[in-house]
Structure formats: structure tokens, C-alpha cells
């Protein structure tokens, strides 16, 4: 019963998770993965993977292409440990970029909200036991 | 009983928990703050933190005080959400400088092990739909 209020809350809600590129395939490739999982848990109505340079698409492309599609509130979420110039610099210059185009383009209607990054957590404390497990084997 | 059996396991690593480093604060503070946690858990010897660049300390000053204080077993873990150039060559190249300054002082038994960064798990997707819901208020 609460997990059906749950995902009607979001049912309306894009995420777009949002990574800082690499020349490496690796950045991308637990992106995709993380996108991939988030999608199965069947909470938003979409999630897409955008990338700040670097790699395609960027985070202006697939804003546009949700709004094109019609989603109204979009989550713009960095996939990053800790804030830095990246995140309180530059991602937000290509957001208030965007917002600006889509207003003079008449969608006020659109909603983009920026998260913060994931943090200090007791979680990554789990997964950073779990390597130095494996690690010594 | 399992959970002393493990601390039994552990007891003789020291954990250096390697970031990126930056001009701002913020990833030295979510750094600083996995460490206590992590301090915290009791299931290491040690836990410190270094910094590629940008901070300090440094990965290689970090290691020669472990060894300067007797520890031979010291799990270096980048914590990096993925694999990049940093991870698989700057940090392994400061490594290497570090084992071969260590071998040829004649301190033959450190070992020091390197782990592998955090990568698509579940557990990051549970953090970052709380900070999407946390986004949406």
C-alpha cells in the first residue's frame, strides 16, 4: 500500500542522473548501470544519464529531449561523492542555461530540480568495507 | 562471536582511503567524515585519509608514517564512484614510487594492496533516490 503511494507521488517525475565524463569507458559504463538499476526500481516515470563533458549525451540534450516527450519536472541529479567547482559551478551554469532557453521559449511550465550530491553516508561505508574485503581477499 | 572472529581477521590492516582532493572544501570534508565513520566500525587497525592532489596529506606521506608506526599491511582504497585515469594510472604510479622507496630502504615486508573503486551497486541507488526525494521535498 505505501510502496503504491510512493510511486504515484513520482509517477510524474524525470530523473536525470548526471556523471562528469571520462576519456575511459568506466564513467560511463557504472552510469549506465546505475541508471539501469534506478529504472527497475519503476519509481519515476523515466531516468536518463547525462554527462558534463566529455562523453554524450550532455545534460542540455536529454533535458530537451524530456521536455519534448512532455515531463514537466525534471530531478537533475549529480552522481558525484562531494560538491565541488563541477557541481555548484559548472552543472548549475548549464541548468540556469537551460531554464533560461526553455523560458524564452514559453515552457514556464517546466520544473528543474537540482539535488545534491551523494555525501558522506553510512552506506558508502558498507561498499568501502566491501572493497577492502575483496581487496585482501 | 562471527563479529570478533572478523575483528580478529582485520586487525593488522591500516585503510588509507585515497580522494581526488580539490580547491574547495567539500571533498576533503566528505572524505574526513567516511573516515570517522569508518574509524568508527573498529574493524581496522587504522583508517586515514589522503589526497591525490590539491591536499593533504599526500597518498605516499600518509603511507610512510604507517610504516614509520610498524604497520605492513595497508589496504590503499580509491574512493572514486568509477575506474578513470586517475585510478588506474596517477594513484598506481604514486604507488609504485612508494613500494620501490620502501623496498629499497630494505622494508621488504609492507605490503600495501590496492582496492578497487565503488562502482554501480544498490546501495548508491538507495542513496541517490533519497537525494532525489530529498530534492523534491
Redesign the interface.
Known sequence: MEEIEEAER?ED?A?V?I?HG???P??K???K??RE??ER?G??KTVRMAFMQLNKPSIDEVIRELVSEGMK?I?A?P???????HT?EDIPNILRAVRKELAESGRKDVRI?????????????????D??????G
Open positions: 513520482y517525475y530523473v542522473l556523471a571520462s576519456k575511459l568506466y564513467n559504463e557504472v552510469l548501470e546505475l538499476m534506478m526500481r519509481l519515476f519536472n530531478v541529479l552522481v558525484f561523492l562531494a560538491n565541488g567547482a555548484t530540480i537540482y539535488g545534491e550530491p551523494i555525501g558522506a553516508d553510512e552506506r558508502i561505508v558498507d561498499i568501502l568495507i572493497r577492502i574485503k575483496d581487496a585482501i
